[in-house]
């Protein structure tokens, strides 16, 4: 199973909005509403961000929305904050296993 | 809250065999689908294994597969890994993980550290 794809970087201002991408195939991502996104500060472990494509854990501010189109599922960060800079991964149920994108780090300039 | 903490990390040499162990704590453990899960230095996620909650259905990446064993204690709260024929590939900070539904990672543990090097 190959890794979904991910922009290895992405960046934005404080304040902006900044969308990461995660691609798979109609095996994974276009099969299944099971995509979810962590986010790893270095050194740390990830953390859940969103789950099921657009739904967020007690906690995780609204500023992280997340949706799918077709073979594609995006990570939105709105309103950036110094905080969010970090490597943010996705992952995808493949209907026997998961699979995760390769990892984007995004900064915050 | 969940707490999983991972131990048996080190470093062995290649061929070699190591097990890693994670307690969980803050969840009943006997219904928790639990995972590994892997990142070598420097690089990306990568699922090593998972299991249901006892270990009547368990599933490996190629990487790992005729190499590793998942296996549990639910009395013990406990969560192996047991590793063979170590390569310098396997090099990594394994994650324990607890599971949500279809590969959906809820907690993480802080990982422990396994270096392959002779």
């Known amino acids: 199973q190959s890794a979904l794809t991910q922009p290895p970087s992405a960046s934005g201002s404080p304040g902006q909005s900044v969308t990461i991408s995660c691609t798979g195939t109609?095996?994974?991502?276009?099969?299944?509403?099971?995509v979810s996104w962590y986010q790893q500060h270095p050194g740390k472990a990830p953390k859940l961000i969103i789950y099921?494509?657009?739904k967020r854990p007690s906690g995780v501010p609204d500023r992280f929305s997340g949706s799918k189109s077709g073979n594609t599922a995006s990570l939105t960060v709105s309103g950036l904050q110094a905080e969010d800079e970090a490597d943010y991964y996705c992952?995808?149920?493949?209907?026997?296993?998961?699979?995760f994108g390769g990892g984007t780090k995004l900064t915050v300039l | 809250q969940v707490q999983l903490v991972e131990s048996g990390g080190g470093l062995v040499k290649p061929g070699g065999s190591l097990r890693l162990s994670c307690v969980a704590s803050?969840?009943?453990?006997?219904?928790?689908?639990m995972s590994w899960i892997r990142q070598a230095p420097g690089k990306g996620l990568e699922w090593v294994s998972y299991?249901?909650?006892?270990?009547?259905?368990?599933v490996y990446a190629d990487s790992g597969k005729g190499r590793f064993t998942i296996s549990r204690d639910n009395a013990k709260n406990l969560l192996f890994l047991q590793m063979a024929s170590l390569t310098v590939e396997d090099t990594a900070v394994y994650y324990c993980?607890?599971?949500?539904?279809?590969?959906?990672?809820?907690?993480w543990g802080q990982g422990t550290l396994v270096t392959v090097s002779s």
């Open positions: 993980a607890r599971l949500g539904p279809e590969t959906c990672v809820y907690d």
């Open positions: 099921e494509v657009t």
């Open positions: 992952n995808s149920y493949t209907g026997s296993n998961g699979v």
């Open positions: 109609s095996s994974d991502v276009g099969a299944y509403n099971s």
């Open positions: 299991t249901n909650p006892h270990t009547t259905h368990t």
């Open positions: 803050g969840v009943t453990f006997s219904d928790a689908w």
